[in-house]
Each structure stands twice: as structure tokens, then as C-alpha cells.
């Protein structure tokens, strides 16, 4: 093992501790089973994301021996899970002032069960991630993914994930069935300007306007929050933000 890998799996190492230390302080909070507690919930994701963001940008890059690449990755997917989870809870806070109970302990129980998901669940998911990676075709395609992801990251203030992973949360959460992203076709590129992406709602009922009104407004805010321009065409969103599509 080089000196360098040495010296950043223990910056991974002392990393971990802090997320550990963040995951206890949720945990208390989420306890308390109060509205009132959001706010504290969603510095603390902060310094979550802030803290997986330095393992998979600084540190993780230069761990070569599997075992060890294994080991980071199967925690880092609990990790992602958990924030994955917060923001639904935050989202449902904001949209509905009000949180079941039966909620709160499924988090819990999350949190708590954290050693158990990540020998029996997470680890698993991470082996076949990194034999997929290892795969040239694969890993080519991840690495474009990773790549995009990194640059979205830095450009917003602050996201529990991707910016397409807001979106659909937003687009879950207020009743659409389905969220498509594409490229702008020639003809949209020609009556706007800028038009990088193209995001598409739908309903069962498709006669629905004041729900795809509502929520395309909802989606519009959330990205005009990022410097984002946005015009709304029937069920159509266009805008200068390049969202990943396949």
C-alpha cells in the first residue's frame, strides 16, 4: 500500500467517525417525533452530504486494493440510502405539516439497524457495483454518470442528490406518475434559447391542468432556486440546466 493511499484511507477512516457522530445527532432528533425539529434535521444532512461529498471526490479516487474500495462502498450506500430517506421526510414535512408516527420509527429502525444493512444488504450491492465498474463498457458509462454528477454538485448550493433525484422526489410527492428528461428537438431549440433539457409530466388524468399546473410550478421554483431558468409549456418544462438523460 503507498503512502498516499495509507494516509487517505485514514482521512476516510476519521471521516466515517464524523458521519457516525452526525447519524447519532439525526437520531436524537428524529426521537423527538416533533415538526420542529426540520429545521436541525436538514443542517445536520448538511454536513452529511458535505462530508460523503470529500470521501468521493478527495479520497476515494485513490484507493486501489478492493477489499478496502469494498469495504468504503457498502457504508457509503447506507449513507446515500439515509439521506435518500431524510430528504422524503423533510419533504413530507414541508408539503404536509404532519408526520405519522409509524414514519418516525421506520426511521429509526433504519439508523439503528446501520451495521446490519451494510454486512447483509449494502455490501452485496456494492460488490456488483464494482465488478460492473470494472467491466470497460460499465465502467466508461459510470464513469460519464459520476463525471456529470460531480459537475452538478458543484454548481448548486446545496443538494441532498442529484438534481434529477429532486425533481422526481417533488414530482412523487405531489401526485405525477411519471417524469421523463430528454434533449430539446430542433424546433424547441429554435423558439427558445438556451434550452439544454426538457422534462415531461404525466398523470392518469391528463385532464387534470390545475395538478400539472401546480406541480410544474413547484419543479420551476425548485430550479430557479439553482440559477436555473425555466419555461413551462403545457406539460413541459424547459430549461438551461443539462440534466442527465440516457
Not at 53 to 74: F, R, V
Given at each position: 500500500?503507498?503512502?498516499?493511499?495509507?494516509?487517505y484511507l485514514d482521512k476516510i477512516e476519521e471521516t466515517f467517525n464524523n458521519l457516525s457522530e452526525i447519524e447519532y445527532?439525526?437520531?436524537?432528533?428524529?426521537?423527538?417525533?416533533?415538526?420542529?425539529?426540520?429545521?436541525?434535521?436538514?443542517?445536520?444532512?448538511?454536513?452529511?452530504?458535505?462530508?460523503?461529498?470529500?470521501?468521493?471526490?478527495?479520497?476515494?479516487?485513490?484507493?486501489?486494493?478492493?477489499?478496502?474500495?469494498?469495504?468504503?462502498?457498502?457504508?457509503?450506500?447506507?449513507?446515500?440510502?439515509l439521506l435518500d430517506n431524510l430528504i422524503d421526510f423533510i419533504r413530507q414535512v414541508e408539503n404536509y405539516q404532519k408526520?405519522?408516527?409509524?414514519?418516525?420509527?421506520?426511521?429509526?429502525?433504519?439508523?439503528?439497524?446501520?451495521?446490519?444493512?451494510?454486512?447483509?444488504?449494502?455490501?452485496?450491492?456494492?460488490?456488483?457495483?464494482?465488478?460492473?465498474?470494472?467491466?470497460?463498457?460499465?465502467?466508461?458509462?459510470?464513469?460519464?454518470?459520476?463525471?456529470?454528477?460531480?459537475?452538478?454538485?458543484?454548481?448548486?448550493?446545496?443538494?441532498?442528490?442529484?438534481?434529477?433525484?429532486?425533481?422526481?422526489?417533488?414530482?412523487?410527492?405531489?401526485?405525477?406518475?411519471?417524469?421523463?428528461?430528454?434533449?430539446?428537438?430542433?424546433?424547441?431549440?429554435?423558439?427558445?434559447?438556451?434550452?439544454?433539457?426538457?422534462?415531461?409530466?404525466?398523470?392518469?388524468?391528463?385532464?387534470?391542468?390545475?395538478?400539472?399546473?401546480?406541480?410544474s410550478n413547484e419543479i420551476k421554483k425548485f430550479l430557479e432556486s439553482k440559477k436555473y431558468n425555466v419555461t413551462i409549456?403545457?406539460?413541459?418544462?424547459?430549461?438551461?440546466?443539462?440534466?442527465?438523460?440516457?
Amino acid at each position: 500500500m503507498s503512502y498516499i493511499e495509507k494516509k487517505y484511507l485514514d482521512k476516510i477512516e476519521e471521516t466515517f467517525n464524523n458521519l457516525s457522530e452526525i447519524e447519532y445527532n439525526i437520531l436524537n432528533l428524529i426521537k423527538f417525533k416533533s415538526l420542529n425539529k426540520v429545521d436541525e434535521i436538514a443542517k445536520e444532512c448538511a454536513n452529511l452530504n458535505k462530508n460523503m461529498n470529500l470521501i468521493l471526490k478527495k479520497y476515494y479516487p485513490e484507493i486501489k486494493i478492493m477489499e478496502d474500495k469494498l469495504k468504503i462502498k457498502s457504508t457509503m450506500n447506507f449513507y446515500y440510502d439515509l439521506l435518500d430517506n431524510l430528504i422524503d421526510f423533510i419533504r413530507q414535512v414541508e408539503n404536509y405539516q404532519k408526520i405519522d408516527e409509524k414514519y418516525y420509527n421506520t426511521l429509526i429502525e433504519f439508523i439503528k439497524s446501520k451495521n446490519n444493512l451494510i454486512e447483509n444488504k449494502y455490501k452485496a450491492i456494492a460488490t456488483r457495483e464494482l465488478t460492473s465498474f470494472y467491466d470497460k463498457q460499465s465502467r466508461e458509462k459510470l464513469e460519464r454518470i459520476l463525471a456529470f454528477k460531480l459537475k452538478m454538485n458543484n454548481k448548486q448550493f446545496f443538494n441532498f442528490g442529484s438534481l434529477e433525484e429532486e425533481i422526481k422526489k417533488i414530482a412523487q410527492i405531489s401526485g405525477i406518475n411519471k417524469i421523463l428528461f430528454r434533449a430539446p428537438n430542433d424546433k424547441e431549440k429554435k423558439e427558445f434559447n438556451n434550452i439544454n433539457s426538457v422534462l415531461s409530466l404525466y398523470i392518469n388524468d391528463m385532464n387534470n391542468i390545475d395538478l400539472l399546473t401546480k406541480v410544474s410550478n413547484e419543479i420551476k421554483k425548485f430550479l430557479e432556486s439553482k440559477k436555473y431558468n425555466v419555461t413551462i409549456i403545457s406539460n413541459k418544462l424547459l430549461t438551461d440546466a443539462k440534466l442527465f438523460f440516457e
